[in-house]
């Protein structure tokens, strides 16, 4: 038996209905020796059928068109809105770590810091925290993420300027 999902958007998703979607564009980074770099990136948040969406995120590293040379990293989970404007979202890393965030929705703006991150013993990057900040401006998708390790308090990791993709 197949499901169907429903065309309606779930009431609780509706502080997080203009982030649905696909998203594209570049951004910059700085790695924990300092060394800055430019990435291409992608983030999809996708419906459900059921009161949370699914996110996955891929940065890359890019040609002089913006298009893909090779993967830098990818994250995925899930976004989950609560009742009282709060929201919670968990993130899974290939590279072995999981972080869970609670943050608040206020209008266009979404700001979440971390409550709990995992590490496998064989994780690449020993995190320890996060702070990240997503805005809606002049119709763009704008992202900041700020990452915390073992060697280093919390520090501007990646930050992006996306456009909605049709």
């Known amino acids: 038996m197949a499901f169907e999902i429903s065309t309606e958007l779930d009431p609780a998703l509706m502080g997080l209905a203009w982030m649905i979607g696909r ?21 999809d948040l996708a419906e459900t059928g059921r009161p949370w969406l699914h996110y996955l995120m891929q940065w890359f590293e890019a040609d002089a068109e913006g298009a893909p040379v090779r ?5 995925t989970g899930f976004w989950r809105p609560q009742a009282d404007g709060q929201v ?3 993130i899974a890393q290939p590279e072995g770590v999981a972080e869970i965030y609670v943050g ?11 409550d709990l991150v995992a590490r496998t013993t064989s994780a690449e990057v020993a995190v320890s925290g996060g702070h990240r900040l997503y805005g809606n401006v002049e119709s763009d998708l704008m992202f900041a993420y700020d990452r915390g390790t073992d060697e280093s308090t919390l520090q501007p990791y990646l930050w992006a300027r996306l456009k909605r993709v049709e």
């Open 23 to 43: 998203w594209q564009g570049s951004g910059s980074g700085a790695g924990p020796d300092g060394e800055s770099f430019d990435f291409g990136v992608t983030i």
């Open 71 to 75: 993967p830098l990293g990818l994250e």
């Open 88 to 90: 919670e979202v968990v």
């Open 104 to 114: 608040q929705i206020t209008g266009a703006r979404i700001e979440l810091r971390t």
